[in-house]
C-alpha cells in the first residue's frame, strides 16, 4: 500500500514563530487532507489539497503532486494551534485514507 | 448543519464481550468510514461503505470486527469477543463524493476500554 511519511516528528515552537510540516507519499494519490487533532482528539478538517495552493487565514497549503509531497504552513503561530497535525492520502478520491504518523505540535507563550 | 455523530463516547467492556459502536453520518453524505487511532499504531483505516455498492472491508483486522450500514445512513461497528488490543479510539468519517471535493469529515470518536 501507499506509504505515507511526515516530518519532523515533533516540533516545539515560540508563539509568533513560523513552521513548515511536510507531507511525502509513495505513490500517485487523488484525495490529500490535512488535519488537525485538538487535545480532545476531534480530527479538524484543515485543507482538502490533492495539488495545488490553499490558503485560510495563518494556514497555508501546497501540495505538489509530481513530486509526491505536500507542505503544511502555520505563520505567527498561536498557542491554540497546539495538537497534531496530520496529512492522509488516498489513491481514489473519495475511498480510504492512508493517515501519516503526524506531526506533534506544542507553541510556547 | 450537525456534524457526523458517534455514541458512546467512552465505552469500558470486559474482555470477551461483544460491543456495538454508532455513527451518524452527516446527513446526506452517502460514503461512510471506520478508522480506529490506538498508541501502537496510529490512525487506520477499517472499512467504508458508499451508497450501494459492497463494503470494502480490506482494513478489518479480524473475523471478528464486521459492520452494517442500514438505509444508507447509519452505521454500527460491531466487535466480538473483545480482546485487550482492540482498546482504541474508533473513529467514524462521512463524505459526498457525489458533490465533490471528496473531503472526508470526522466524528468525535468513540473511546474503547477492554479489561
Known amino acids: 500500500g501507499i506509504q505515507v511519511e511526515q516530518s519532523p516528528p515533533d516540533l516545539i515552537l515560540q508563539e509568533g514563530a513560523n513552521s513548515t510540516l511536510r507531507c511525502n507519499f509513495s505513490?500517485?494519490?487523488?484525495?490529500l487532507q490535512w488535519f488537525h487533532q485538538n487535545p480532545w482528539g476531534q480530527l479538524i478538517n484543515l485543507f482538502y489539497i490533492p495539488s495545488g495552493t490553499k490558503q485560510n487565514g495563518r494556514l497555508s497549503a501546497t501540495t505538489v503532486a509530481t513530486e509526491r509531497y505536500s507542505l503544511l504552513y502555520i505563520s505567527s503561530s498561536q498557542t491554540t494551534d497546539s495538537g497534531v497535525y496530520f496529512c492522509a492520502v488516498g489513491v481514489d478520491s473519495w475511498g480510504k485514507l492512508q493517515f501519516g504518523a503526524g506531526t506533534q505540535v506544542v507553541v510556547t507563550p | 448543519g450537525a456534524g457526523v455523530s458517534q455514541s458512546p463516547s467512552n465505552k469500558v467492556t470486559e474482555k470477551g464481550k461483544d460491543v456495538e459502536l454508532r455513527c451518524d453520518p452527516i446527513s446526506g453524505h452517502t460514503a461512510l468510514y471506520w478508522y480506529r487511532q490506538s498508541l501502537g499504531q496510529g490512525l487506520e483505516f477499517l472499512i467504508y461503505?458508499?451508497?450501494?455498492?459492497?463494503?470494502?472491508k480490506s482494513g478489518l483486522p479480524s473475523d471478528r470486527f464486521s459492520a452494517e450500514r442500514t438505509g444508507g445512513s447509519v452505521s454500527t461497528l460491531t466487535i466480538q469477543r473483545t480482546q485487550q488490543e482492540d482498546s482504541a479510539v474508533y473513529l467514524c468519517?462521512?463524505?459526498?463524493?457525489?458533490?465533490?471535493?471528496?473531503?472526508?469529515?470526522f466524528g468525535p470518536g468513540t473511546r474503547l476500554t477492554v479489561t
Open positions: 468519517a462521512s463524505s459526498s463524493p457525489g458533490q465533490g471535493p471528496y473531503e472526508q469529515y
Open positions: 461503505f458508499q451508497g450501494n455498492s459492497a463494503p470494502d
Open positions: 505513490d500517485s494519490v487523488n484525495n
